[in-house]
């Protein structure tokens, strides 16, 4: 067994694409430092933002929120309750058992009150269910932290699903995606600030904090993440990675070095106001107003 480059006890875990072994305690210590150096490495952030952490319930997001809070940085968070049935419920529960542990403030948006449970809206649209449901939470996050005051949100997105994606869209020469996607998006357009700080460490690494931490996530997936594409990308990379460490984190470093500045769009500028809400959008009513006429159309 490996000894930790630390303090030479002996290592519970080995990251190859770094060549470093490390105990628990200085596993747990390089971790929230990698993410500071993250944050700061992209300019995320300071201590003056107001950072509103999107928290699903699951190990990533509480991960990132308990670590922006141990490193000193004012961040409260924000749920989604979709009422995707005894799913939604259990990750409600643990969300909020999370932030009164942390003593933080948490904000919880009921969909079925702005507009319906996610089941009942995916019913009206021929759209899968996981595209409505990215569409309602993106609109919530922006929404919420612009009425709530905070100018920065954050997501527990991972090397995994940064790269994974990357790796679908570059399959598909989707040159849109390679001009949109940055772990720091500044506030331009009616959209606030958005960042990953996560976005340079693998699921195994937040998975084996979560534990290290106590975090109590919820595990089980959601019962539409039946989309198997993103999974079946993320086990391609493992493999890739596991002949030749380093591959995910350099492909997804240089596409943010060499591929992205090349792509980059300015799209947003263009973008008007819903004329219902007010929220960002293309046409003259926003997606998610759409949705809403359609469940209530005597409304408008
Ligand atoms: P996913 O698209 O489910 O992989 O989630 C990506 C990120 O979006 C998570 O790490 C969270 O930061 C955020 N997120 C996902 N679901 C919710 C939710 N119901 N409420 C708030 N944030 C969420
Ligand atoms: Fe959005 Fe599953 S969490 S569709
Ligand atoms: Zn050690
Ligand atoms: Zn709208």
Redesign the pocket.
């Known amino acids: 067994m490996k000894k930790c480059r630390v303090c030479k006890r002996r290592a519970i875990v080995y990251m190859p694409h770094h060549r470093l072994a490390l105990c628990r305690e200085h596993f747990t210590e390089w971790f929230e430092n990698y993410t500071k150096k993250t944050i700061k490495e992209f300019r995320m952030f300071t201590k003056d933002d107001r950072i509103l952490?999107?928290?699903?319930g699951?190990k990533?997001?509480l991960a990132?929120w308990k670590v922006l809070r141990k490193l000193g940085y004012n961040a409260d968070g924000?749920?989604?309750?979709?009422g995707i049935g005894e799913y939604s419920e259990r990750?409600r529960e643990k969300v909020e058992k999370f932030a009164e542990s942390l003593d933080a403030r948490l904000i919880v948006v009921d969909l079925k009150e702005q507009l319906a449970e996610l089941p009942n809206i995916v019913g009206l649209t021929s759209r899968e269910a996981c595209s409505v449901c990215?569409l309602v939470?993106r609109y919530n996050?922006n929404k919420v932290a612009k009425e709530e005051g905070y100018n920065v949100v954050?997501?527990?997105?991972n090397l995994d699903?940064e790269a994974s994606a990357l790796l679908a869209n570059v399959l598909n020469w989707n040159e849109k995606y390679l001009g949109r996607k940055f772990p720091v998006l500044e506030e331009e357009g009616g959209f606030v600030r958005k960042v990953k700080p996560f976005c340079k460490l693998t699921e195994k690494e937040t998975a084996l904090y979560a534990l290290l931490e106590g975090i109590d996530f919820i595990e089980e997936e959601?019962p539409y993440s039946e989309d198997a594409t993103s999974v079946f990308y993320k086990e391609i990379l493992n493999k890739i990675e596991e002949r030749s460490p380093g591959t995910k984190l350099r492909f997804y470093l240089d596409y943010l070095r060499k591929v992205y500045p090349k792509f980059k769009t300015e799209d947003k500028k263009e973008l008007g106001r819903c004329k219902v809400c007010g929220e960002p959008t293309m046409g003259e009513v926003c997606g998610v107003c759409r949705l809403k006429e359609r469940l209530t159309p005597s409304a408008r």
């Open positions: 952490v999107a928290v699903s699951g990533d997001s990132l924000l749920y989604v309750h979709l990750s990215g939470k996050f954050a997501t527990g997105h699903d959601c």
